[in-house]
């Protein structure tokens, strides 16, 4: 094998490696969202209980809040995208939630696949390397 075949392998050996890093940087991201979502859907389950017109603090950004008072808890707020809000019944919350969960766990599941199919091609291309170089010296 000459030194540029080489030098294409040890390259392509970077990128896999370079691929593998970006799918673990997006499955801990996407773990991360799970987390969260999962605590919402406590916090819907929690705020059945609270009473009406009881004090809360409303979240505005990086540790500020602004004072409040829970007027419902049988509908909530939900987000959509493209900064619309509209109201849902918690059931329905909690609908649309396990359907962003679920499409997680499909994205997880994917992207786990991907990284070992990454890892086991840029182990088998760094055995070759190894072997042409030790052939090489």
Excluded: W
């Excluded at 916090?43 to 990086?62: F, T």
């Excluded at 509908?75 to 359907?99: M, T, Y």
């Excluded at 091609?121 to 030790?134: I, K, R």
């Amino acid at each position: 094998m000459s030194q540029e075949e080489l030098q294409k392998k040890y390259i392509e050996l970077k990128f896999l490696e370079q691929q593998a890093s970006q799918i673990q940087q997006q499955l801990i991201f996407l773990e991360n969202q799970k987390s969260i979502l999962e605590k919402t859907k406590e916090c819907i389950d929690d705020v059945k209980n609270i009473k009406k017109d009881s004090q809360a603090l409303i979240p505005l950004g990086q540790g500020v809040f602004a004072k409040g008072l829970i007027q419902d808890t049988t509908n909530l707020l939900i987000g959509v995208g493209h900064n619309v809000v509209v109201s849902k019944p918690a059931k329905e919350a909690k609908i649309i939630i396990d359907k962003q969960l679920s499409e997680i766990a499909n994205m997880i599941s994917l992207l786990s696949s991907q990284l070992q199919q990454t890892a086991v091609y840029a182990g088998l291309l760094e055995e070759e390397l190894q072997a042409l170089s030790s052939n090489r010296e």
